[in-house]
Protein backbone atom coordinates (compact mmCIF):
# COMPACT_ATOMS: atom_id res chain seq x y z
CA UNK A 1 0.00 0.00 0.00
CA UNK A 2 1.23 3.26 -1.15
CA UNK A 3 2.81 5.88 1.67
CA UNK A 4 1.60 8.88 -0.01
CA UNK A 5 -1.37 11.23 0.94
CA UNK A 6 -4.74 11.43 -1.46
CA UNK A 7 -3.84 14.95 -1.90
CA UNK A 8 -6.41 16.61 -4.75
CA UNK A 9 -5.00 19.83 -6.05
CA UNK A 10 -7.87 21.93 -5.21
CA UNK A 11 -7.24 20.54 -1.40
CA UNK A 12 -3.96 21.66 -1.36
CA UNK A 13 -4.36 24.89 -3.01
CA UNK A 14 -7.05 25.11 0.06
CA UNK A 15 -4.85 23.94 2.53
CA UNK A 16 -2.18 26.08 1.23
CA UNK A 17 -4.52 29.47 1.84
CA UNK A 18 -5.60 28.38 5.25
CA UNK A 19 -1.39 29.01 6.58
CA UNK A 20 -2.01 32.91 5.34
CA UNK A 21 -4.87 33.71 7.15
CA UNK A 22 -4.64 36.85 5.59
CA UNK A 23 -4.97 35.47 2.13
CA UNK A 24 -8.16 36.53 0.49
CA UNK A 25 -8.47 33.42 -1.38
CA UNK A 26 -7.74 35.21 -4.40
CA UNK A 27 -4.83 33.00 -5.57
CA UNK A 28 -6.34 30.19 -4.52
CA UNK A 29 -9.35 30.62 -7.25
CA UNK A 30 -6.94 32.27 -10.00
CA UNK A 31 -5.31 28.72 -10.11
CA UNK A 32 -8.50 26.61 -9.62
CA UNK A 33 -9.33 28.19 -12.78
CA UNK A 34 -6.10 27.42 -14.19
CA UNK A 35 -6.73 24.32 -13.49
CA UNK A 36 -10.03 23.20 -15.19
CA UNK A 37 -9.10 25.18 -18.25
CA UNK A 38 -5.93 22.61 -17.85
CA UNK A 39 -8.39 19.86 -18.02
CA UNK A 40 -10.31 20.95 -21.06
CA UNK A 41 -7.62 21.56 -22.64
CA UNK A 42 -6.06 17.77 -21.90
CA UNK A 43 -9.70 16.35 -23.08
CA UNK A 44 -9.30 18.09 -26.47
CA UNK A 45 -5.63 17.18 -26.84
CA UNK A 46 -6.16 13.81 -26.58
CA UNK A 47 -8.59 13.31 -29.24
CA UNK A 48 -5.89 15.27 -31.74
CA UNK A 49 -5.56 11.93 -32.92
CA UNK A 50 -8.88 11.96 -34.35
CA UNK A 51 -9.02 15.39 -36.46
CA UNK A 52 -10.06 13.73 -40.07
CA UNK A 53 -12.86 11.95 -37.90
CA UNK A 54 -14.23 14.91 -35.94
CA UNK A 55 -12.27 18.27 -37.04
CA UNK A 56 -9.75 20.27 -35.80
CA UNK A 57 -7.85 21.01 -38.64
CA UNK A 58 -7.32 24.83 -38.96
CA UNK A 59 -8.40 23.64 -42.44
CA UNK A 60 -12.01 24.53 -44.27
CA UNK A 61 -14.26 21.49 -43.52
CA UNK A 62 -16.75 20.57 -46.09
CA UNK A 63 -20.12 22.53 -45.15
CA UNK A 64 -17.06 25.56 -45.58
CA UNK A 65 -16.95 26.46 -41.93
CA UNK A 66 -13.54 26.84 -40.74
CA UNK A 67 -12.40 24.14 -38.43
CA UNK A 68 -10.52 25.72 -35.66
CA UNK A 69 -6.70 24.79 -34.74
CA UNK A 70 -6.13 23.48 -31.41
CA UNK A 71 -3.72 26.06 -30.15
CA UNK A 72 -6.38 28.95 -31.22
CA UNK A 73 -8.60 26.47 -28.94
CA UNK A 74 -6.32 26.28 -25.72
CA UNK A 75 -6.10 30.21 -25.90
CA UNK A 76 -9.73 30.48 -25.62
CA UNK A 77 -10.58 27.92 -23.40
CA UNK A 78 -8.08 30.20 -21.24
CA UNK A 79 -9.17 33.32 -21.70
CA UNK A 80 -12.54 31.98 -20.75
CA UNK A 81 -12.08 29.82 -17.78
CA UNK A 82 -10.16 33.28 -16.70
CA UNK A 83 -11.57 36.25 -17.47
CA UNK A 84 -14.74 36.50 -15.17
CA UNK A 85 -13.13 35.03 -12.13
CA UNK A 86 -12.25 38.94 -10.61
CA UNK A 87 -8.70 38.13 -9.89
CA UNK A 88 -7.11 39.56 -13.22
CA UNK A 89 -6.68 43.25 -14.40
CA UNK A 90 -5.69 42.26 -17.56
CA UNK A 91 -3.61 39.26 -19.91
CA UNK A 92 -1.14 38.23 -22.73
CA UNK A 93 -0.86 34.96 -24.83
CA UNK A 94 1.35 33.84 -27.11
CA UNK A 95 -1.40 33.90 -29.49
CA UNK A 96 -2.36 37.67 -29.43
CA UNK A 97 -0.32 40.53 -30.34
CA UNK A 98 -1.59 42.83 -27.79
CA UNK A 99 -2.16 42.69 -24.14
CA UNK A 100 -5.93 41.28 -23.41
CA UNK A 101 -8.68 43.03 -21.34
CA UNK A 102 -11.00 41.81 -19.18
CA UNK A 103 -14.33 42.09 -20.62
CA UNK A 104 -15.68 45.26 -18.98
CA UNK A 105 -18.97 42.98 -17.48
CA UNK A 106 -16.50 41.33 -15.13
CA UNK A 107 -14.48 42.16 -12.01
CA UNK A 108 -10.83 43.67 -11.95
CA UNK A 109 -8.53 41.96 -9.74
CA UNK A 110 -5.00 42.58 -8.42
CA UNK A 111 -3.47 39.83 -10.56
CA UNK A 112 -1.52 40.02 -14.04
CA UNK A 113 -1.58 36.91 -16.46
CA UNK A 114 0.72 35.92 -18.81
CA UNK A 115 0.35 32.36 -20.89
CA UNK A 116 1.62 29.98 -23.49
CA UNK A 117 -1.43 28.63 -24.13
CA UNK A 118 -0.21 25.08 -26.50
CA UNK A 119 3.58 25.46 -26.35
CA UNK A 120 5.12 22.91 -29.16
CA UNK A 121 1.65 22.74 -30.95
CA UNK A 122 3.95 21.80 -33.96
CA UNK A 123 4.53 18.70 -32.73
CA UNK A 124 0.74 17.71 -32.56
CA UNK A 125 0.25 15.78 -35.67
CA UNK A 126 3.40 13.36 -34.66
CA UNK A 127 1.58 12.81 -31.10
CA UNK A 128 4.70 14.09 -28.95
CA UNK A 129 4.10 16.04 -25.41
CA UNK A 130 3.20 19.63 -25.60
CA UNK A 131 2.08 22.13 -23.08
CA UNK A 132 0.82 24.94 -21.78
CA UNK A 133 2.92 27.77 -19.40
CA UNK A 134 1.91 30.53 -17.36
CA UNK A 135 3.00 33.29 -15.28
CA UNK A 136 1.21 35.02 -12.66
CA UNK A 137 2.59 38.59 -11.53
CA UNK A 138 0.36 41.07 -9.58
CA UNK A 139 -0.28 44.53 -10.85
CA UNK A 140 2.05 47.34 -10.15
CA UNK A 141 -0.07 50.48 -12.00
CA UNK A 142 -1.51 52.32 -9.99
CA UNK A 143 -5.74 52.45 -8.94
CA UNK A 144 -8.19 49.42 -9.43
CA UNK A 145 -9.02 49.91 -13.43
CA UNK A 146 -7.94 47.82 -16.41
CA UNK A 147 -4.29 46.69 -16.17
CA UNK A 148 -1.77 47.99 -18.28
CA UNK A 149 1.23 46.98 -20.91
CA UNK A 150 3.63 47.84 -17.89
CA UNK A 151 1.75 45.05 -15.82
CA UNK A 152 3.14 42.58 -18.01
CA UNK A 153 6.36 43.79 -18.77
CA UNK A 154 7.60 42.95 -15.19
CA UNK A 155 11.04 40.87 -14.66
CA UNK A 156 10.50 37.54 -13.82
CA UNK A 157 12.01 37.32 -10.29
CA UNK A 158 8.43 39.80 -9.71
CA UNK A 159 6.33 36.21 -10.64
CA UNK A 160 4.34 35.31 -7.80
CA UNK A 161 2.99 32.16 -9.82
CA UNK A 162 4.38 30.03 -12.42
CA UNK A 163 3.81 26.83 -14.03
CA UNK A 164 3.50 24.63 -16.50
CA UNK A 165 0.69 21.89 -17.66
CA UNK A 166 2.41 18.58 -19.80
CA UNK A 167 0.51 16.90 -21.78
CA UNK A 168 2.06 13.61 -21.94
CA UNK A 169 1.60 10.13 -21.58
CA UNK A 170 -0.40 11.56 -18.53
CA UNK A 171 -1.45 15.28 -18.31
CA UNK A 172 0.50 16.97 -15.24
CA UNK A 173 0.10 20.44 -13.72
CA UNK A 174 3.44 21.75 -12.26
CA UNK A 175 3.45 24.53 -10.68
CA UNK A 176 4.87 26.92 -8.05
CA UNK A 177 4.25 29.76 -5.75
CA UNK A 178 8.11 30.60 -5.03
CA UNK A 179 9.23 28.51 -2.49
CA UNK A 180 8.77 24.47 -3.19
CA UNK A 181 7.85 23.17 -6.63
CA UNK A 182 4.69 20.67 -7.09
CA UNK A 183 3.40 18.35 -9.60
CA UNK A 184 -0.02 16.84 -9.85
CA UNK A 185 -0.92 14.32 -12.30
CA UNK A 186 -4.75 13.89 -13.90
CA UNK A 187 -6.54 10.87 -12.81
CA UNK A 188 -8.71 10.96 -15.80
CA UNK A 189 -11.10 8.57 -14.61
CA UNK A 190 -12.02 11.25 -11.81
CA UNK A 191 -11.07 14.47 -13.15
CA UNK A 192 -9.06 15.40 -10.53
CA UNK A 193 -5.29 16.59 -10.29
CA UNK A 194 -3.90 14.75 -7.71
CA UNK A 195 -0.45 15.19 -5.65
CA UNK A 196 1.82 13.17 -7.43
CA UNK A 197 5.23 14.68 -7.38
CA UNK A 198 5.63 16.55 -3.98
CA UNK A 199 8.64 18.91 -3.67
CA UNK A 200 10.62 18.00 -6.92
CA UNK A 201 14.10 19.20 -6.67
CA UNK A 202 16.32 19.21 -9.45
CA UNK A 203 19.53 17.65 -9.58
CA UNK A 204 22.71 19.99 -8.52
CA UNK A 205 24.45 18.48 -11.89
CA UNK A 206 23.08 15.88 -14.47
CA UNK A 207 24.23 14.12 -17.94
CA UNK A 208 21.56 14.74 -20.32
CA UNK A 209 21.97 18.03 -22.65
CA UNK A 210 19.28 18.78 -24.56
CA UNK A 211 19.52 21.69 -28.21
CA UNK A 212 18.54 21.26 -31.16
CA UNK A 213 22.33 20.79 -32.96
CA UNK A 214 21.09 20.60 -36.41
CA UNK A 215 22.00 24.73 -35.87
CA UNK A 216 25.91 23.68 -34.98
CA UNK A 217 27.17 25.81 -37.47
CA UNK A 218 25.32 28.86 -36.33
CA UNK A 219 26.24 28.90 -33.02
CA UNK A 220 28.78 31.04 -30.37
CA UNK A 221 31.91 29.08 -30.43
CA UNK A 222 32.02 28.78 -26.96
CA UNK A 223 28.97 27.02 -27.25
CA UNK A 224 30.40 24.42 -29.74
CA UNK A 225 33.30 23.79 -27.38
CA UNK A 226 30.88 23.46 -24.80
CA UNK A 227 28.96 21.03 -26.62
CA UNK A 228 32.30 18.49 -27.84
CA UNK A 229 33.26 18.83 -23.79
CA UNK A 230 30.34 17.23 -23.03
CA UNK A 231 30.63 14.25 -25.96
CA UNK A 232 34.16 13.45 -24.48
CA UNK A 233 34.77 10.64 -22.75
CA UNK A 234 35.59 11.01 -18.83
CA UNK A 235 33.50 8.64 -16.80
CA UNK A 236 34.17 10.61 -13.29
CA UNK A 237 32.16 13.94 -14.58
CA UNK A 238 29.74 11.32 -16.50
CA UNK A 239 31.23 12.50 -19.72
CA UNK A 240 29.79 11.55 -22.22
CA UNK A 241 26.54 13.11 -21.92
CA UNK A 242 23.28 11.70 -23.58
CA UNK A 243 21.74 14.21 -25.70
CA UNK A 244 17.55 13.98 -25.88
CA UNK A 245 15.61 16.52 -27.85
CA UNK A 246 11.74 16.63 -28.02
CA UNK A 247 11.20 19.84 -29.72
CA UNK A 248 8.92 21.10 -27.41
CA UNK A 249 10.42 23.19 -24.57
CA UNK A 250 7.12 21.79 -21.97
CA UNK A 251 8.86 18.55 -22.57
CA UNK A 252 12.26 18.57 -22.87
CA UNK A 253 12.12 21.20 -19.22
CA UNK A 254 10.30 18.89 -17.83
CA UNK A 255 13.02 16.08 -18.22
CA UNK A 256 15.99 18.57 -17.43
CA UNK A 257 13.48 19.34 -14.11
CA UNK A 258 13.11 15.98 -12.82
CA UNK A 259 16.29 14.12 -14.41
CA UNK A 260 19.21 16.78 -14.02
CA UNK A 261 21.03 17.97 -17.45
CA UNK A 262 20.45 20.92 -19.35
CA UNK A 263 18.16 22.15 -21.92
CA UNK A 264 19.76 25.15 -23.86
CA UNK A 265 17.99 27.12 -26.97
CA UNK A 266 20.61 29.51 -27.59
CA UNK A 267 21.08 33.01 -29.67
CA UNK A 268 22.81 31.92 -33.12
CA UNK A 269 24.14 34.01 -35.94
CA UNK A 270 20.80 33.94 -37.95
CA UNK A 271 18.41 34.57 -34.39
CA UNK A 272 20.69 36.93 -32.82
CA UNK A 273 17.36 36.43 -29.63
CA UNK A 274 17.16 32.66 -30.11
CA UNK A 275 13.81 31.50 -30.68
CA UNK A 276 11.78 31.31 -27.34
CA UNK A 277 9.68 33.76 -25.87
CA UNK A 278 11.04 35.83 -22.74
CA UNK A 279 7.74 36.72 -20.86
CA UNK A 280 5.72 33.13 -20.90
CA UNK A 281 8.16 30.50 -21.95
CA UNK A 282 11.67 31.59 -20.54
CA UNK A 283 10.00 33.62 -17.31
CA UNK A 284 7.67 30.91 -15.95
CA UNK A 285 10.63 28.48 -16.38
CA UNK A 286 13.35 29.88 -14.84
CA UNK A 287 11.26 30.59 -11.73
CA UNK A 288 10.23 26.74 -11.89
CA UNK A 289 14.08 25.51 -12.30
CA UNK A 290 15.26 28.03 -9.95
CA UNK A 291 12.85 27.28 -7.28
CA UNK A 292 13.49 23.41 -7.30
CA UNK A 293 17.35 24.08 -7.21
CA UNK A 294 18.28 24.97 -10.35
CA UNK A 295 19.53 27.50 -12.69
CA UNK A 296 18.79 29.75 -15.50
CA UNK A 297 20.71 32.02 -17.49
CA UNK A 298 20.48 34.14 -21.17
CA UNK A 299 24.00 32.98 -21.27
CA UNK A 300 25.80 35.74 -19.46
CA UNK A 301 23.05 36.54 -16.64
CA UNK A 302 20.02 35.46 -14.87
CA UNK A 303 16.72 34.80 -17.23
CA UNK A 304 14.63 36.10 -14.46
CA UNK A 305 16.44 39.58 -13.86
CA UNK A 306 16.03 40.51 -17.58
CA UNK A 307 14.23 43.07 -18.00
CA UNK A 308 11.42 43.06 -20.32
CA UNK A 309 11.08 45.66 -23.15
CA UNK A 310 8.49 44.00 -25.50
CA UNK A 311 5.44 41.37 -24.74
CA UNK A 312 6.62 39.06 -27.13
CA UNK A 313 10.32 39.21 -27.54
CA UNK A 314 12.92 36.54 -27.55
CA UNK A 315 15.60 35.03 -25.32
CA UNK A 316 18.37 32.55 -25.11
CA UNK A 317 18.03 30.28 -22.91
CA UNK A 318 20.57 27.95 -20.58
CA UNK A 319 18.15 26.55 -18.35
CA UNK A 320 18.77 22.83 -15.97
CA UNK A 321 21.33 21.79 -13.32
CA UNK A 322 23.61 24.36 -11.31
CA UNK A 323 27.05 23.01 -12.23
CA UNK A 324 25.56 22.59 -15.57
CA UNK A 325 24.52 26.02 -15.93
CA UNK A 326 27.37 27.42 -14.65
CA UNK A 327 29.62 24.98 -17.02
CA UNK A 328 28.14 26.55 -19.85
CA UNK A 329 28.36 29.98 -18.99
CA UNK A 330 31.96 29.79 -18.52
CA UNK A 331 32.50 28.28 -21.37
CA UNK A 332 31.01 31.07 -23.36
CA UNK A 333 32.65 33.75 -21.14
CA UNK A 334 36.14 31.93 -22.03
CA UNK A 335 35.36 32.06 -25.27
CA UNK A 336 34.28 36.13 -25.44
CA UNK A 337 37.27 36.84 -23.53
CA UNK A 338 39.62 34.96 -26.59
CA UNK A 339 37.64 36.76 -28.62
CA UNK A 340 38.95 39.66 -27.72
CA UNK A 341 42.64 39.11 -26.90
P1 LIG B 1 6.10 27.37 -30.61
O1 LIG B 1 5.84 28.41 -29.56
O2 LIG B 1 5.85 27.89 -32.00
O3 LIG B 1 5.40 26.08 -30.34
O4 LIG B 1 7.68 27.11 -30.62
C1 LIG B 1 8.31 26.82 -29.42
C2 LIG B 1 8.94 25.46 -29.51
C3 LIG B 1 9.45 25.00 -28.18
O5 LIG B 1 8.51 24.21 -27.52
C4 LIG B 1 10.67 24.20 -28.54
O6 LIG B 1 11.62 24.18 -27.50
C5 LIG B 1 11.18 24.91 -29.75
O7 LIG B 1 10.06 25.56 -30.34
C6 LIG B 1 11.78 23.99 -30.77
O8 LIG B 1 12.29 24.73 -31.83
P2 LIG B 1 13.17 24.07 -33.00
O9 LIG B 1 12.22 23.32 -33.85
O10 LIG B 1 13.79 25.26 -33.68
O11 LIG B 1 14.21 23.19 -32.36
MG1 LIG C 1 5.40 28.66 -27.57
Avoid at 56 to 75: C, M, S
Avoid at 266 to 283: F, I, Q, S, T
Amino acid sequence: MTKMRFMTLERYITEQERKFPEATGELSRLLSDLAIAAKVISREVNKAGLVDIIGFTGETNVHGERVQKLDEYAHEMLFKAMDHGGHLCIMASEEEEDIIHIPPQHNLGKYVLLFDPLDGSSNIDANVSIGTIFSVYKRISPGDGPGTIEDCLQPGYKQIIAGYVIYGSSTMFVYSAGTKVHGFTLDPSIGEFLLSHPDIKIPKKGKIYSINEGNYKYWHPGLKKYIKYLQDIDPDTSRPYSSRYIGSMVADVHRTLLYGGIFMYPADVRNKKGKLRLMYECNPMAFIVETAGGKASNGKMRILEVQPEALHERCPIFIGSEDDVLMVEKFMAEAEKGKMM
